[in-house]
């Protein structure tokens, strides 16, 4: 089992920053990559971005590329989303996840949730 804690989710105008973290336990946090996803009322939840276990490798999603950055600290056990330029339509709550099946962009095919954080953006 692996338990995930999300913090940093809040208000803020179109434009402003905010960094999301993920606090993990229950297995050993480098073995596993990572991944954010979101979700909008009445929407589908979305891929945000992935780093691999090391955190050498990361992918982002089209609508967020070049604004956001996915970063892991492995002595912390802690996953980092750093949102940047953000925009109305960022608006969603955030979910960290762990993949231990190699379920890059699928939700489906991550293995454990948080609970997510709020992140709303005012135009």
């Known amino acids: 089992q692996v338990q995930l804690v999300e913090s940093g989710g809040g208000l803020v105008q179109a434009g402003g920053s905010l960094r999301l973290s993920c606090a993990a336990s229950g297995r050993t946090f480098s073995n596993y990559a990572m991944g954010w996803f979101r979700q909008a009322p009445g929407k589908e939840r979305e891929f945000v971005a992935r780093i691999s276990q090391s955190g050498g490798s990361t992918a982002y999603a089209d609508s967020v590329k070049g604004r956001f950055t996915i970063s892991?600290?492995?002595?912390?056990?802690?996953?980092y989303l750093q949102m940047n330029s953000l925009k109305p339509e960022d608006t969603a709550v955030y979910y960290c996840a762990a993949d231990f099946s190699g379920?890059?962009?699928?939700?489906?095919?991550?293995?454990?949730w948080g609970q997510g954080t709020?992140?709303?953006v005012s135009s």
Do not use: L, W
């Open 118 to 120: 709020q992140v709303t």
């Open 103 to 112: 379920g890059y962009y699928r939700p489906d095919r991550y293995d454990f």
């Open 72 to 79: 892991r600290d492995n002595t912390k056990n802690t996953v």
